[in-house]
């Protein structure tokens, strides 16, 4: 498979390797690991003595900022002598130079700032269920606590759970709905109305909600709207002292520092690599992707691209722009977006999405609040209606295995590549349920669907692994259970709006992600049951016109739909290509056979996917597909192409 230098080099560069021929397949990839660092109430009191006096002697250096907003040019460049260090867990020993100017900065921070030695306390390996063949990434293991020799304490992210106990679904349930006092909620989660919520771990950041003095004039579901500015530093509340890195960015003049984001603040701080590499692994390995991605940008993409790919891979150079100055500039939203939808993701134990926008186009529309468009509420599980979600439990496939099979027969078993081969019920289960209906895909022994022989027209469908298989988490029939482990990036891809880029290389056959959304009946026959989402509110708008956020299912249930227009996940971004390379499957899949079985829509790759290539559908079947000018003018350039998509616009 085809192995891009830059993202080889970003594996490298994260002490990591692809799990290819890994017998165990273990990822730390999505443990949650974060750097921390912490400061004495006494050193803070200091350094924001030393803060005060040196801002008014740096202001001159930042008046280009200030005059643009309250994101602190000078962080990157002074941190460490305007107190904005009070965060690296190397400044304990401040320089007290009061030079601010950029260029001067870096030898004398650096100085400052160096320590020779580091304990490091090995944590226990957070293990993270993976399936072999997935490519991802293995940290080294992250310690859970480092103490320098001045007495700083810096926790890792492997004191972060890597999951919690989520729910597999949302039902929006009214108040005086019996569904109510009759679902484990441990398994779904009621709610009146779905609303993205901050994630659970992100408690620097629902601190910051409630207190913080510097406030954004967007406002995403889920993401805060509200962050500590610098001089709010004393005044934050923060029993642990100690804070998690959102984000790191290059320096374009100093390559052994980087400049450091925290969670719930505004400003930015300057840090030695190899300790953010140490303590951060998580957020120094999203910030390699995006820079093999940008570098992969500017050897491929439009001049404008690679300019612009250029300057926000090096953030910020001699000619501070503008965007990087202004903390409610598009790229900042988006690194917000990036950081805040990777905590929800992980929440469910899912991996990590990176938004990338260069051609000064600003955010996904999905989050625009102009009129014609629905502001999305992200969510990394299905949500559904209460009518909806009971009808689904109604059905023959919510019946236990041994239910469903009563008077089946036993030579419907079939060989399985499940790691437990004699006991899995899979084929079993499908013939019992799909015999003659469809294809019964199965994974081989890597996890890997065969599309050798694909046909767009055949229905097909994967049976995943319960526990009555008795195989384990990490058996190759439990794809979707396991869940999106490969990094992918939201790109703006010009004229198609954003779509989704693949983060690591990918082979062909394998899992990617789910497809997620709001489930909803259309009736075939006789008129709608149940409204879909997009028409029953009363802001009907353009983009209720737009099916392109619908999938259908042709084997489970052919009146439902998902639809990830007002609520969906990453793969609500995968736009069409009339040659793709990846596919929908619809799948069976739960983990308990006392869980409910709501029928499910994976992702699959069709064929090998290099690292950086944008991830497309084909939205139709391009035999029955009436190409007429007036629809959407497709832009994804195969050499099939249709040119126009018959999609409203
Ligand atoms: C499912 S969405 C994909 C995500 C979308 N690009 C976004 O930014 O939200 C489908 C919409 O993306 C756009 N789109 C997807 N593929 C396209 C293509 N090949 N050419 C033009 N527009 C496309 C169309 O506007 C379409 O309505």
Sequence with gaps: MPVDNEQKEAVEETGSHTTGSSSNGISTQKSNRRANTAMDEDEEQENMSRKRSRNESSSSSSTSASSASSFSVLSTSSASSSGLSTYSATSSVPSTSSSTTRSSTSSKTRKSNSHSKVDVIPSRNLRSAITPIVTTFEFPDAPKEVVFPDGYKLYSHALRKSGYPEPLIIVECLEDDSLRQTVDTSRVQIVNEYECQLPVACNDAR??????????????????????????????????????????????????????????????????????????????????????????????????????????????????????????????????????????????????????????????????????????????????????????????ENKPFLKLIENKLEELFEPSNCENKEKCVCNRRFNALYFNQSNNLIPDEDGLLNFRHFDSCEKRIVVECSDECGCSSECPRRNLQRGQQIPLIIYHEGRAGFGVRAGAPIKGGQFICEYVGEGYYKDLDCGEEEKAPVDSGEDIAASDKDTSYESDFQTMDQRLIICASKIGNVARFLNHRCDPNVVFIETYSRELEADVLIPRISVYALKDISFGEPLCLCYYDLTDAKSEVGGIKCECGSLNCIEWLPMER
């Design 207 to 396: 601190e910051a909600q409630k207190k913080g003095l510097w406030q954004s004039t967007a406002k995403f579901p889920g993401i805060p709207d509200r962050k500590n500015s610098d001089n709010q530093y004393k005044r934050v509340h923060n029993k642990k002292r100690c804070w998690f890195v959102q984000g790191v960015f290059e320096r374009y003049d100093d390559s052994s520092r980087l400049s450091v984001q925290y969670e719930g603040f505004s400003t930015i701080i300057d840090q030695d690599v190899q300790e953010i590499k140490t303590s951060a692994p998580e957020a120094y390995y999203m910030y390699k992707i995006r820079d093999a991605f940008l570098r992969r940008i500017e050897r491929k993409g439009s001049e404008e691209e690679k300019k612009n790919a250029k300057k926000m891979r090096l953030l910020m150079d001699e000619d501070v722009e503008f965007e990087f100055l202004d903390h409610n500039s598009p790229f900042w939203l988006l690194q917000d977006l990036t950081y805040f939808h990777t905590a929800l993701q992980r929440q469910h134990k899912l991996g990590p999405l990176i938004y990338v926008a260069l051609d000064g186009v600003t955010l996904p529309k999905a989050f625009s609040n102009e009129s014609n468009y629905n502001t999305l509420q992200y969510s990394p599980i299905n949500v559904f209606k209460s009518i909806t979600y009971k009808r689904c439990i109604e059905k023959d």
